[in-house]
């Protein structure tokens, strides 16, 4: 008779999981209504397409160097606790960024007009 309770209970058990899961998972079949944050207005196009892809090169050439003044940032507090290598490897590093650089100009990334 325990038997039988254990088992009816874990096969409830399973139920209400499977359930409870179903009605989480569900995609809701009405789509959701909600005006804009900003205006209230519905935008005329998708976000995505309101850019010219030029600009993502240069968001590209800002980001890179963005990320060089990350890197030059601590290296400018502790240059001096490393000594001249420290300054060797910066310029070494500063050299590769200009080479990508050179070679994003022969590309025409910076043609923008």
Request: glycine share 4%; charged share 15%.
């Amino acid at each position: 008779m325990l038997e039988l309770v254990t088992t009816l209970a874990l096969v409830a058990g399973v139920l209400l999981t499977l359930l409870v899961w179903h009605r989480v998972l569900t995609v809701d079949s009405t789509p959701l209504l909600v005006l804009p944050h900003t205006s209230g207005r519905v935008p005329l196009q998708h976000a995505l397409s309101r850019y010219h892809p030029r600009w993502y090169a240069a968001s590209v050439v800002f980001l890179a160097f963005d990320v060089e003044m990350l890197f030059m940032y601590p290296w400018a507090v502790v240059v001096e606790d490393l000594g001249p290598g420290a300054v060797i490897e910066m310029f070494a590093f500063l050299a590769i960024l200009l080479s990508a650089v050179a070679w994003a100009r022969r590309e025409g990334a910076f043609r923008w007009a």
